[in-house]
């Protein structure tokens, strides 16, 4: 396995895809405790930890929430999460523990499945800026 930063929860996302990449940035925004670090599920970082999950993303549309050396999430239980660790209003974000995971991830399921018509997709991956660049692993 390839050295990891510590410490860090890594998130792997689409990257090509426009829904996905406006949700990185969202989360770099709320991200005030610097938890999180991304790859794009195409890098080859992406698909080297993909691999060691031993993850079929063919069958696995979804974000992925990767605490190395503790466990990973996907699909609704990896984006409430994310939510979690922001704080403030993002607390509220809780309440959907309620529903079951089943259900939730039929909703999540059902953008997922959509999102290149809804939002778009990117030629490539996307490109992080100077200021940006220490979030993503290379």
């Known amino acids: 396995m390839i050295e990891l930063p510590k410490n860090k ?3 792997l996302f689409d990257g090509v895809c426009n829904l996905c990449n406006t949700a990185v940035l969202k989360v770099i925004k709320n991200d005030k405790k610097n938890v999180f670090v991304f790859t794009a599920i195409q890098s080859e970082i992406g698909q080297k930890i993909i691999d060691y999950l031993k993850i079929d993303t063919a069958k696995l549309d979804s974000i992925i929430l990767y605490e190395p050396g503790i466990s990973y999430e996907v699909k609704s239980n990896a984006a409430l999460k994310i939510m979690e660790d922001f704080g403030s209003f993002w607390s509220l974000s809780k309440i959907f523990w309620v529903f079951p995971e089943g259900f939730r991830n039929i ?30 692993l290379d």
């Not at 778009?120 to 940006?132: V, Y």
């Open 9 to 11: 929860k890594i998130i």
């Open 107 to 136: 909703i999540y399921d059902f953008v997922a499945k959509n999102r290149y018509k809804w939002f778009g997709k990117k030629e490539s991956c996307m490109i992080p800026t100077p200021e940006l660049k220490a979030k993503f």
